[in-house]
């Protein structure tokens, strides 16, 4: 069992920045890939980034490549998602998920799932 918790959300103008940050307990954090997933208002959730085991590798989903940047630090259990540029679009729930297995931009690929942690954009 994984238990996953955002934090960092928030309302913060057009062109802004933020920094969400998601702290892993239960299981070894370091033995997982981990990824952010965001669901618009009124919308399906959707895949944002994703971090290999390691940080060695990261991926981005087409809307928010050069204004994001996910990152991990093993040693405090916690994965980042920093969001530069901020559009009014970017207003969702965020959540972060765990994957025992590969990372990908599925939802089926991540076992373990965040409550999620709102931002709005305001334009």
């Known amino acids: 069992q994984v238990q996953l918790v955002e934090s960092g959300g928030g309302l913060v103008q057009a062109g802004g920045s933020l920094r969400l940050s998601c702290t892993a307990s239960g299981r070894t954090f370091s033995r997982y890939g981990m990824a952010w997933f965001r669901r618009p208002p009124g919308k399906e959730r959707e895949f944002v980034a994703a971090?290999?085991?390691?940080?060695?590798?990261?991926f981005y989903s087409d809307s928010v490549k050069g204004r994001f940047t996910i990152s991990r630090d093993n040693a405090k259990n916690t994965v980042y998602l920093q969001m530069n540029s901020l559009k009014p679009e970017d207003t969702a729930t965020y959540y972060c998920a765990t994957s025992l297995g590969r990372v990908g931009v599925r939802e089926d690929e991540y076992d373990y799932w965040g409550q999620g942690t709102r931002v709005t954009v305001s334009s």
């Open positions: 971090i290999t085991i390691s940080g060695a590798s990261a």
